[in-house]
């Protein structure tokens, strides 16, 4: 055990060195293959030249490699496996995109996305805002937003049996220890096994990804909301604004920018949500998405690339819009530097 | 500032944010807090009440076994059997008893159980009991079995702890996240700190369209590159004869799935820099190398903790990339994908799932309240910034 981290931390090493070496060696080369003490002066200004075009490439260069290899590539890759058979050998045209507009399971993966889609950016969002709009206003406001920002720290799966255990139904005559069904019981009410509960089930694995998120919408939010100069508020103050118009007529109008940030990150993350649905349900009880089916068919009955791709293409699909609206805005930013 | 401070500090609407604010953090904290807390009970008591009575003791029912017959005393006109249920388990009381397993709370502690057949029991508070019979109790009156309800006081145990780090394999689990995690996290600082600079401070043809390219594959799913890498690792695995599934596999698959944002943070950091800085030290003579390693690399030092921390996050956390490329063997499961798999073997030892997901969300926690200020500003960089 002890040699394995020790391993571990020997890789870190040897990777540094790889790394810093690869770098240096690289620069020595290139400085002592394009000479610019010795020789003529044309010579010497042509080797700067083409040392200047060269060493970016060097810089860049692994970096560059490792984009190309895991992510680039494999866009490609998996747009041409969706029109191949499972096993990726044998071209069948748009049959696997058939087989989705058809599959039961795809169906409803598409739906719960949907609902998950209109659901959790919308609360993560609105409860980031209220929260850190109350914690501004509060002398003990950071500590509750470190409390509520916490959950960001805790993996999803760790996120999951923290609420399964909330969720956890005992049957016959047991003392319910789920808080929920504890809670059911205690005004009347019947426990239930509530992830098993069809269509609502959906809401119980979202409040999850919700309790994650919100911190993370609150702190930008936050953020943003200090920036909101103090004179349009006071401005507002004396002109008999109460609070509640302060907060939809003055401040949401002034971090909307942020608010759209917020929403797209949040709206990736919800597209590429599985750990929960994995860890809770496995796509039980009518809760499948995307993601889970997607990672089901990479597997099921020894895999099936194509159906898979079409399932990651479609979640592709989805974050396109969004993809070319940050590029866009990056643009932007990079023609006003 | 001060008098949008006053605004809301008027009266009973200052109030209310304090108690909806201190609603919210109780919220946020008890699914938290009940993990906590139950992963350090006994099992016993673990299943038979909620953990949020963990404080005030429980009680629950068991089956015990009255004396022999060759142990009765005649007293007067009746036969007695006595002893103690609880046999010398110190702090607990018995609260009811019953002789049914339908009705095992049917007689308050200290009252007379009457049986019929001139047969009755007694059993007090404190265990002790008395049965009694108004005859000679024969061969077959022996060992009866009755239900006590025995109250227990609280109790906390460090044994989860101790059965899930070694014999849940949780443990090794924790080595191994360790050990994919710690490369992980360092190998795609370096790497993506040059490129960083390179698109900040170097002139060269295609510079804007690179920056492109990297906020556009910030969001590409992961789910996209699944497929097909884990035909070409499993295909280079055949090539060498090697398996593969390979923690190197997966420091680079992690590195890679890292290096889009890593380097957008970075840049957005290093383009930063005071151009004064790096143009004086041009002129001074100094190469790109020497400007990145000797000026730059300790200036963004900041920006590298952040996505340090972001990265350490994201990989100890990680499930899908690690069964995927690590596996879901014993000997290679991380810690949450052991976690994943003890909800299914498990799914009902709520003191083994507690204690192991304590183990795996414990070392994040620390990282998180101990580096909160780096997070927080490379979130703020990381989408903030031009919004």
């Known amino acids: 055990?002890?040699?394995?981290?020790?391993?571990?931390?020997?890789?870190?090493?040897?990777?540094?060195?790889?790394c810093s070496g690869y770098f240096y060696f690289s620069n020595k080369i290139l400085d002592w293959s394009l000479p610019v003490k010795d020789g003529d002066i044309?010579?010497?200004?042509?080797?700067?030249?083409?040392?200047?075009?060269?060493?970016?490439?060097?810089?860049?260069?692994?970096?560059?490699?490792?984009?190309?290899?895991?992510?680039?590539?494999?866009?490609?890759?998996?747009?041409?496996?969706?029109?191949?058979?499972?096993?990726?050998?044998?071209?069948?045209?748009?049959?696997?995109?058939?087989?989705?507009?058809?599959?039961?399971?795809?169906?409803?993966?598409?739906?719960?996305?949907?609902?998950?889609?209109?659901?959790?950016?919308?609360?993560?969002t609105f409860f980031g805002l209220v929260i850190a709009v109350m914690t501004d206003r509060i002398w003990w406001g950071n500590i509750a937003k470190s409390i509520v920002f916490m959950p960001m720290a805790i993996s999803f799966v760790g996120a999951s049996v923290i609420w399964k255990f909330i969720y956890e139904y005992r049957g016959g005559n047991d003392?319910?220890?789920?808080?929920?069904?504890?809670?059911?019981?205690?005004?009347?009410?019947?426990?239930?096994?509530?992830?098993?509960?069809?269509?609502?089930?959906?809401?119980?694995?979202?409040?999850?990804?919700?309790?994650?998120?919100?911190?993370?919408?609150?702190?930008?939010?936050?953020?943003?909301?200090?920036?909101?100069?103090?004179?349009?508020?006071?401005?507002?103050?004396?002109?008999?604004?109460?609070?509640?118009?302060?907060?939809?007529?003055?401040?949401?109008?002034?971090?909307?920018g942020t608010i759209?940030?917020?929403?797209?990150?949040?709206?990736?993350?919800?597209?590429?949500?599985?750990?929960?649905?994995?860890?809770?349900?496995?796509?039980?009880?009518?809760?499948?998405?995307?993601a889970n089916l997607m990672f089901n068919w990479l597997f099921r009955g020894g895999g099936d690339s194509g159906r898979s791709a079409v399932i990651?293409?479609?979640?592709?699909?989805?974050?396109?819009?969004?993809?070319?609206?940050?590029?866009?805005?990056?643009?932007?930013?990079?023609?006003g530097h | 500032m001060t008098l949008t401070r006053d605004f809301f500090k008027i009266g009973p609407a200052r109030l209310f944010v304090h108690f909806v604010v201190l609603v919210i953090v109780i919220v946020w904290l008890i699914p938290t807090l009940g993990i906590f807390i139950s992963a350090l009970r006994d099992k016993d008591q673990l299943v038979v009440s909620g953990w949020w009575t963990a404080f005030a003791g429980s009680s629950r029912t068991v089956a015990v076994r009255l004396g022999q017959p060759d142990q009765q005393k005649q007293e007067g006109a009746v036969y007695v059997i006595s002893g103690n249920v609880l046999e010398g388990q110190q702090g607990r009381s018995i609260r009811a008893f019953g002789t049914r397993v339908q009705q095992p709370s049917a007689y308050k502690a200290g009252e007379t159980a009457d049986l019929g057949d001139g047969v009755s029991l007694t059993i007090s508070d404190d265990g002790n009991y008395r049965y009694m019979k108004n005859a000679a109790f024969g061969p077959d009156d022996g060992g009866r079995r009755v239900y006590v309800s025995v109250a227990t006081p609280p109790e906390f145990t460090l044994q989860n702890y101790k059965t899930v780090l070694t014999g849940e394999g949780i443990g090794q689990s924790f080595i191994n996240s360790l050990t994919v995690t710690i490369p992980a996290t360092i190998i795609p600082i370096l790497i993506a700190a040059f490129a960083a600079y390179a698109l900040s401070w170097m002139e060269f043809p295609g510079r804007a369209l690179l920056i492109a390219l990297v906020v556009g594959l910030i969001v590409v799913p992961l789910q996209m590159s699944l497929i097909p890498l884990l035909r070409l690792y499993n295909g280079i695995g055949s090539l060498l004869d090697a398996p593969s599934k390979t923690y190197p596999g997966i420091w680079f698959a992690h590195t890679a799935f890292g290096m889009p944002l890593a380097i957008y943070l970075l840049r957005a950091y290093i383009a930063g820099l005071p151009k004064e800085i790096i143009e004086s030290a041009r002129v001074d003579g100094a190469s790109?190398?020497?400007?990145?390693?000797?000026?730059?690399?300790?200036?963004?030092?900041?920006?590298?903790?952040?996505?340090?921390?972001?990265?350490?996050?994201?990989?100890?956390?990680?499930?899908?990339?690690?069964?995927?490329?690590?596996?879901?063997?014993?000997?290679?499961?991380?810690?949450?994908?052991?976690?994943?798999?003890?909800?299914?073997?498990?799914?009902?030892?709520?003191?083994?799932?507690?204690?192991?997901?304590?183990?795996?969300?414990?070392?994040?926690?620390?990282?998180?309240?101990?580096?909160?200020?780096?997070?927080?500003?490379?979130?703020?960089?990381?989408?903030?910034?031009?919004?």
């Open chain 1, 1 to 18: 055990m002890l040699s394995q981290i020790v391993s571990a931390l020997g890789v870190v090493v040897v990777a540094v060195f790889a």
């Open chain 1, 42 to 124: 044309h010579s010497a200004a042509r080797n700067l030249n083409r040392r200047a075009m060269i060493r970016p490439w060097l810089f860049i260069g692994p970096a560059l490699f490792l984009l190309v290899v895991y992510l680039v590539y494999p866009v490609v890759a998996t747009l041409i496996l969706s029109f191949y058979d499972r096993s990726g050998e044998k071209f069948v045209g748009f049959a696997n995109y058939q087989w989705a507009l058809t599959d039961r399971e795809f169906r409803q993966s598409i739906f719960n996305n949907i609902l998950w889609l209109a659901v959790v950016p919308a609360a993560c």
């Open chain 1, 175 to 256: 003392v319910q220890i789920g808080l929920l069904n504890s809670i059911v019981q205690l005004f009347g009410g019947t426990p239930q096994v509530w992830i098993s509960v069809p269509f609502w089930n959906n809401f119980f694995l979202m409040i999850i990804l919700i309790w994650i998120q919100t911190g993370f919408a609150m702190v930008i939010l936050s953020a943003a909301l200090r920036g909101i100069p103090e004179e349009t508020i006071e401005a507002a103050v004396i002109d008999g604004a109460n609070g509640w118009q302060i907060f939809w007529r003055i401040m949401v109008p002034q971090v909307w």
């Open chain 2, 288 to 387: 790109d190398f020497e400007i990145f390693t000797r000026i730059v690399l300790p200036l963004s030092f900041p920006a590298l903790a952040s996505f340090a921390i972001f990265q350490f996050l994201w990989v100890w956390n990680d499930l899908l990339v690690a069964m995927v490329f690590l596996g879901t063997d014993r000997d290679h499961l991380v810690l949450t994908g052991a976690l994943n798999a003890l909800l299914g073997s498990r799914g009902g030892n709520w003191e083994i799932l507690t204690a192991s997901a304590f183990v795996t969300i414990v070392v994040p926690l620390l990282v998180f309240f101990g580096l909160q200020r780096y997070l927080v500003r490379g979130l703020l960089a990381g989408s903030v910034k031009g919004g």
């Open chain 1, 260 to 290: 759209a940030v917020v929403w797209t990150t949040i709206t990736i993350l919800v597209l590429k949500v599985f750990d929960i649905v994995l860890t809770i349900t496995n796509g039980q009880w009518n809760t499948m998405v995307l």
């Open chain 1, 312 to 335: 990651a293409l479609i979640i592709m699909l989805a974050v396109t819009p969004i993809m070319v609206w940050n590029v866009r805005r990056a643009n932007r930013e990079l023609g």
